[in-house]
């Protein structure tokens, strides 16, 4: 049976069985976790996974803006030979572009504004901007093909967080919950944070962590980076626990009697983010106790705790992680570097280089990278050709990697042609993408579906998307 | 000379007097029009295209084209407004629409065109657009019109079989349930405790903030600091807006920053809705002017929810609600008798002292109760 609609009928049966009185079993239902909480939050394929799954939790480190794979991931020697050079019209006449109007033979090419080095024993060309993430290359999978439909940031990141163009879809995380359910009732199981510094910061809509037409429960929750990540966690003046535990047990016991009058799937929804709210009550200043974290931890990440920086999102997103919390996004969002990428790279790379390696680092160093799937990228990438000392956004070709979970390190998947521009071999569309983190998670994308308006909706779209296969070392 | 020199002491005066005591306001001077040339391909760099003059784009209407004389923003007005020009009544009544009925016609409320979605009702949504601007463009006329209605009128407690079978209410079968807006719960809980102060207009009012939720705010470092007196209690919409560091209600109940124009917002459901409600001053204080007014107005728990209920949800408690809300009213009144100092912190809370001559006690428990009814989802929701 599904089980929100199991959890509705538990419900209307112990209406019609209780007379409505707050028991001690209903305060300890709060207090503790009893079994109606915990499934609560169970997912629909708890029990049912497709396969064997290798990660159980994800942390999505967004670049938003756009990163440069030439400046990043991409080693492209024959754009440096042609820079400032005309860039070839073979490549560019017919094609959209973002900013770049005009006449298409006035283009010239922009070459590689960093070196690139070999690093690990795998031996990837990777740029020298981001030393840090070059010291886990043999960790990481790096995936030189990816594509995507749309050239504007909103519609991009909507497209890469929801597989839709569309807004009002799921998105991932909520996709993830909605399946998996979550490992914690303490915390949300799906938690976003901005950070600040380095850059444009790009403007992110809430709409990008939103359950579309799944259960609003399912919707991503913002913690806010810069001070305390949520506020008004402390009781009021005068009440104890147990007291708000009484308060809200009648706020719920409330609106269950309107549950049953009213036809309205938010009161469930309510019911169950009160509960929430009340655990988050104690579980969020212990997750907030960084005290306990040893100094070298924090100068591994360069974090200063409540600062607002990528560095102490990463730590935290680490903490999260192992309090259960299924999908973690962090969102930086500075790499929109339409002029001046050199110096826009090194300041992104003072930014987030040293965290994003400390955060692989110390997954590992924990035995929970096996099982935590990191993904670092943005929603689209950026042109060969120049836009002043900048380049411009594109779609043809960007670059992303992924560590943990199942996912051979040390590869390289995917190539593009001699400039950068499109993807010459083994291209990677944001729906194979996602395939292949379902396929991670015990999910076979094609049997994972949403029935609403008739239709069986599915995160990877209803063109056909396939598992990247080669980076994997499941397979 | 000595009235002369009197005269000129004075006048000098009068100069400064007037330059420090007078206020000053923004002038837009007309100056010459910029010269506008047709950029081929758009490329700005190029000045080879022809000398334009201001016009409607031409794909948009043959109307407004260049005349001998140049265009000024009357003409513009006027364009927008005319009636051979449907787009305007269409979009704005379309947006009406929404805020009675949570989305337009259109879905889209910020894309009529192409990229926009048809209206589910394009008849309808025509039919108002005429009705408005053949009103003289009357809002109160339109928005008449649609509260009438039998569409408006409708319960939003439909039957599971209606709601799947039509999720998105294109039908209009029954009303749509909706949250309220953030700044509507706001003023709700202000309204019903009678804190609220409904001035019109004026400086931004600052309600209570969590201590240091500015510390991280830079260029230049500043320091949140409340009202302390009746602007505290203003309405929702003259909240000081902050961008980067929006005030935690209206950012937890989907307010947007401002960054960006937003003609639809998001309704999310998420505990930190609840925190909000459960532990912000703001609520907590109106939760207990409210519940002071009870205990000044009625001896006894059962009364003091029948007008409680009046108000707030303008119905009579069930039989099984006012059962559990004594409940808690009478364990309250235990635990707080046990320990009346907590109660006396309780109450007061917020800058709006409790009476001299009440039972803190009573006062107190009764406040729990006011919390929970201010918490509640029927409270905070349109059905």
């Known amino acids: 049976m599904d089980p929100l609609l199991a959890n509705s009928l538990n419900r209307r049966a112990f209406l019609q069985n209780s007379s409505y009185s707050v028991g001690s079993a209903a305060l300890l239902s709060l207090l503790g976790q009893d079994e109606a909480t915990a499934s609560q939050w169970r997912g629909t394929l708890a029990e049912k996974l497709h396969y064997p799954p290798k990660a159980k939790r994800i942390i999505h480190l967004c670049m938003a803006g756009g990163p440069s794979h030439l400046e990043t991931l991409d080693y492209k020697p024959e754009l440096a030979k042609l820079s400032g050079k005309g860039m070839p019209t073979s490549f560019t006449e017919g094609q959209q572009l973002a900013q770049l109007q005009g006449n298409r033979s006035k283009l010239k090419c922009l070459g590689p504004q960093h070196e690139f080095k070999r690093y690990g024993k795998c031996g990837r060309m990777m740029s020298s901007a981001f030393p840090n993430i070059g010291s886990i290359a043999d960790e990481i999978a790096v995936i030189n093909s990816m594509h995507t439909e749309q050239i504007n940031h909103d519609p991009a990141h909507t497209f890469m967080n929801t597989g839709s163009i569309i807004p009002g879809r799921p998105s991932m995380g909520s996709w993830l919950l909605y399946g998996l359910g979550a490992e914690t009732d303490e915390l949300p199981g799906y938690v976003v944070m901005t950070s600040s510094g380095g850059g444009q910061d790009q403007p992110i809509a809430s709409r990008q962590w939103h359950s579309g037409f799944l259960p609003s429960k399912f919707q991503g929750v913002q913690f806010n980076s810069k001070g305390d990540p949520v ?153 060969p050709m120049a836009q002043g000392s900048g380049r411009d956004h594109h779609i043809q070709a960007f670059s992303l990697w992924m560590a943990g979970a199942g996912i051979k390190g040390g590869t390289t998947y995917g190539s593009t042609d001699e400039l950068g521009y499109a993807v010459a071999q083994d291209g990677v569309s944001v729906h194979d993408l996602h395939a292949t983190i379902l396929q991670q998670l015990g999910i076979d994308h094609h049997r994972f579906t949403y029935k609403f308006q008739g239709l069986d909706f599915k995160l990877t779209g209803v063109e056909s998307a396939k598992v990247v296969k080669k980076i994997l070392s499941n397979s | ?83 051979e020009n449907p787009l305007t009544a269409r979009a704005f009544t379309n947006r009406v629409w929404a805020l009675f009925f949570g989305t337009g016609l259109s879905r889209d409320l910020q894309d009529l065109g192409n990229q926009g979605q048809w209206p589910t009702h394009p008849e309808l949504l025509d039919w108002l657009s005429v009705e ?108 000081h807006w902050q961008r980067s560091f929006l005030h935690p209600m209206l950012a937890a109940f989907d307010a947007p920053a401002r960054e960006e124009c937003t003609a639809a917002r998001e309704s999310s459901n998420t505990p930190l809705q609840a925190l909000n409600q459960l532990n912000d001053p703001t609520f907590v204080e109106a939760a207990r002017v409210f519940a002071t007014e009870l205990v000044a107005k009625e001896k006894a728990i ?51 002292l409790p009476p001299e001559k009440v039972d803190p006690v009573d006062l107190a428990a009764t406040t729990t109760v006011t919390r929970a009814l201010l918490n509640l989802q029927e409270t905070i929701t349109r059905y």
Request: one cysteine or more; glycine letters at 6%; a positive charge.
């Open chain 2, 302 to 352: 059962k009364p003091r929810l029948q007008v409680a209920f009046k108000r707030l949800l303008n119905r009579p408690p069930s039989g099984e609600e006012e059962t559990l809300l004594t409940e808690l009213f009478n364990k309250q009144i235990k635990r707080y008798r046990s320990a009346p100092d907590d109660a006396k912190k309780l109450i007061a809370i917020g800058l709006a």
């Open chain 1, 231 to 383: 506020h008004y966690v402390n009781n009021p003046a005068g009440v104890t626990r147990a007291d708000q535990g009484e308060l809200l047990e009648t706020i719920n016991q409330m609106n269950r009697m309107l549950g049953y009058r009213q036809n309205d799937p938010e009161i469930a929804t309510r019911i169950a983010q009160y509960e929430m709210a009340f655990k988050m009550q104690t579980s969020v200043p212990g997750l907030m106790d960084v005290t306990e974290e040893p100094k070298n931890v924090l100068e591994d990440y360069g974090a200063t705790p409540g600062d607002g920086s990528f560095a102490s999102n990463c730590l935290l997103a680490r903490r999260l992680a192992e309090r259960g919390v299924r999908f973690i996004q962090l969102y930086h969002r500075g790499w929109d570097h339409h002029g001046g990428v050199k110096k826009g790279i090194e300041t992104v790379s003072r930014h987030i280089d040293k965290a994003t390696a400390a955060l692989v680092k110390d997954l590992k160093a924990r035995g929970m990278l096996e099982d935590t799937l990191i993904i670092w990228g943005g929603e689209f990438g950026r042109t």
């Open chain 2, 132 to 239: 408005f601007v053949e009103s003289g463009w009357d809002v109160k006329h339109l928005v008449k019109l649609i509260i009438t209605s039998k569409a408006y009128r409708q319960s939003s407690n439909a039957s599971p079989q209606l709601m799947e079978e039509d999720p998105y209410n294109n039908l209009y079968a029954r009303q749509n349930s909706r949250r309220l807006p953030a700044e509507f719960i706001r003023d709700n809980a202000l309204a019903v405790s009678g804190l609220l102060n409904p001035q019109l207009g004026g400086a931004s009012a600052r309600p209570y903030q969590p201590a240091g939720y500015y510390a991280q705010l830079n260029f230049p470092k500043r320091k949140y600091q409340q009202h302390n007196d009746e602007n505290q209690y203003r309405r929702g919409l003259y909240m």
């Open chain 2, 1 to 83: 000379m000595a009235p002369a020199r009197k005269k000129i002491a004075e006048l000098i005066k009068q100069e400064e007097h007037l330059k420090t005591n007078t206020r000053s306001t923004l002038v837009t001077l007309s100056t010459v029009p910029r010269t506008i040339k047709l950029l081929p391909r758009g490329d700005w760099t190029d000045d080879s295209g022809e000398v334009l003059l201001p016009a409607a784009p031409e794909f948009l209407s043959s109307e407004g084209q260049p005349s001998k004389e140049r265009l000024t923003r009357l003409d513009l007005a006027e364009w927008i407004t005319a009636r």
